[in-house]
């Protein structure tokens, strides 16, 4: 997808050319008015008397503009040398005409002449997104991928301007007004996503239910305490960011994906299954599954966390990117030499979190452990109630009073990138096998937390993207880290004799087949021809909801 930033080189090119134009010309006009001065004053010295730089300059001028007054020309007819220099002028000024007209003028009038953003749309069956985010590049790559369209609603002309310069449709307008609305068609759109700010998306969603009170509406708050305002002026679904940040790093902190796949095969198998971070450095970038799955068929890809999204049995041809964390069945080791860092385990480590920053990302991950039973230590530079340990947690006094060496995770709820980097290499000095989960509030120093050592980062606006893009697709699998997925193994002897393609489980209960024991083997690499025979058993993955609609879809 073309995003904002190639609308911003763009513009940035125009200024630089624009700049480096300039002082072209002021360069060329000041070697020509000393080259100029020099010689008059050398080879006309007798003709003219105290011969002033400034006159210089006027001729000089003159002659580039191609509108001189002759004020030299008993000179250049006496002299050919000046003639000559005169004569270069006006080729100068000539050619520097012709060079500008494509390298501004154009540019410039085209920009002139681009008419006012527009305040209609032709769009329907479309996503309306009222305000412009940084998790909308996600949300918007989401419905691109499933073939929805969408309309951007902002009230910013320029905004509206370089979003539709990069191919982003948009239309100007206060979404609170309902002609705004109106204008957006939303009665023939399938939802709207209100995503200003607290107190601005319930007028934006009366609005909205005044034109068309069928459409789905979500609205987007930071923390919970907003909901109930949200949802009276008629949201279908609110889309809580800080609060969904700090469930998912509760999620990840309670038990990983390979701990749950393990749990539901009940080490009843030989496989070694784990998950891996592909590194920037990891000779898997920019590979793509099935040449993975070409280094051995004891090697296979179940899943991955592809940002904030997981994705099971992803297809042969998706491309892996740096910083993904891969699920990997590995028979026979042979993935210690691929250069993947596997990721720290909880087996063996005291049920017991530290969470540092006590603001809402920090506080929403200590609720949802508590309400786990998990022991949370919570650390923060400020005292209050709900602080275990005061410090700065990029001292190292700070997190021994923690009791670091006795704990099996560790949160780096902050809003401070630089202090989380710090901070992550000292947790990882101290205790190198403690799983580090880490919050990055700039989208690019997602690659240096990695680098010091977090084993997971994730970002507001990509969760709140995958949130959103979770909501609004229906036929979309998309598990996200709030998502309380599972692996269950169980028998289906409903799908005895049906191919994985014609049972289409996926589709008819919302699980994905990740493995089937056969004959006290546990086969994972299996495509969709694979036929069920009676005494299978699989696993499958899928929320709670899904994983019962399997149940009952398994056993009619």
């Known amino acids: 997808m073309v995003t904002l930033s190639d609308d911003r080189q ?14 072209a010309i002021i360069g060329v006009v000041i070697t020509y008015t000393l080259s100029y001065h020099w010689a008059v004053t050398t080879i006309a010295a007798d003709q003219i008397a105290d011969r ?45 005409v012709f060079l500008a007209i494509p390298l501004f003028g154009v540019p410039l009038l085209r920009n002139a002449l681009d008419s006012a953003p527009p305040m ?17 590049d996600v949300l918007t790559d989401e419905l691109e991928d499933a073939g929805i369209p969408y309309l951007f609603v902002e009230s910013d002309p320029e905004l509206v301007e370089r979003l539709r310069s990069a ?39 009366l609005s909205a239910k005044r034109v068309n009170p069928e459409m789905q509406i979500i609205s987007v708050v930071p923390t919970r305490e907003a909901v109930p305002h949200h949802e009276y002026a008629g949201a279908d679904d609110v889309v809580v ?56 068929g004891d090697i ?52 017991r979190v530290i969470v540092c920053g006590n603001g809402d990302v920090g506080m929403a991950t200590a609720r949802r452990l508590t309400e786990e039973d998990v022991d949370v230590t919570m650390v923060d530079a400020q005292p209050s109630d709900s602080i275990d340990v005061v410090g700065d947690i990029t001292e190292r006094n700070t997190l021994q009073e923690a009791a670091i060496e006795n704990t099996r995770s560790l949160v780096l709820a902050i809003d401070n990138d ?12 101290l205790k190198p096998d403690v799983e580090l989960i880490a919050r990055a509030n700039d989208l690019e120093n997602v690659w240096k937390l990695y680098n010091a050592g977090v084993d997971y980062v994730l970002s507001l606006p990509d969760i709140i993207g995958e949130e959103l893009a979770s909501v609004l697709i229906d036929d979309a699998e998309i598990l996200t880290p709030t998502d309380e997925f599972d692996f269950v193994r169980t028998t289906a002897p409903s799908l005895e004799g049906q191919s994985l393609i014609d049972a289409d489980i996926r589709q008819e209960t919302g699980c994905t087949v990740v493995a089937v024991e056969r004959d006290d083997t546990l086969r994972t690499d299996f495509g969709g021809e694979f036929t069920f025979e009676a ?18 879809f398994a056993h009619r």
Not at 59 to 87: K, N, P
Not at 178 to 200: C, F, G, M, R, S
Not at 306 to 317: E, Q, T, V, Y
Not at 540 to 548: L, Q, R
């Open 120 to 136: 209609t749309t032709e769009l329907e069956d479309h996503v309306i997104i009222c305000g412009y985010s940084a998790s909308d």
């Open 300 to 351: 296979t890809v179940i899943g991955g966390w592809f940002g904030p999204r997981f994705r099971i049995s992803p297809p042969p041809d998706t491309t892996i990117p740096q910083n993904s964390i891969l699920l990997i069945t590995d028979e026979q080791g042979r993935l210690d030499e691929a250069g993947l860092r596997q990721l720290p385990s909880h087996t063996r480590h005291p049920s």
């Open 52 to 96: 002033s730089l400034i006159k210089s300059l006027q001729v000089v001028i003159e002659a580039l503009t191609t509108t001189g007054f002759g004020g030299d020309t008993d000179l250049w007819r006496e002299h050919t040398v000046l003639a000559f220099m005169v004569l270069m002028m006006n080729l100068t000024g000539v050619l520097l």
């Open 241 to 296: 960011s800080k609060e969904s940040l700090g469930e998912s790093f509760a999620n990840r902190s309670m038990k990983t994906v390979s701990e749950r796949f393990h749990e539901a095969i009940g080490g009843r198998t030989a496989i070694k299954l784990d998950e891996y971070l592909v590194e920037e450095n990891c000779e898997f970038v920019g590979k793509t599954i099935e040449e993975i799955d070409a280094l051995g």
């Open 418 to 429: 630089a202090a989380a980097i710090y901070a992550a290499l000292l947790v990882k000095h």
């Open 167 to 205: 191919d982003i449709p948009a239309i100007l307008g206060d979404a609170e007004r309902v002609e705004t609305i109106e204008n957006a068609n939303a009665k023939n759109a399938q939802a709207l996503v209100a995503d200003l700010d607290e107190e601005t998306n319930p007028t934006v969603i």
């Open 10 to 23: 763009n513009k940035a090119d125009l200024r630089r050319r624009l700049i480096l134009g300039f002082f």
């Open 535 to 552: 005494g299978d058993e699989v696993v499958i993955v899928g929320t709670h909801e899904a994983t019962e609609r399997f149940e009952e």
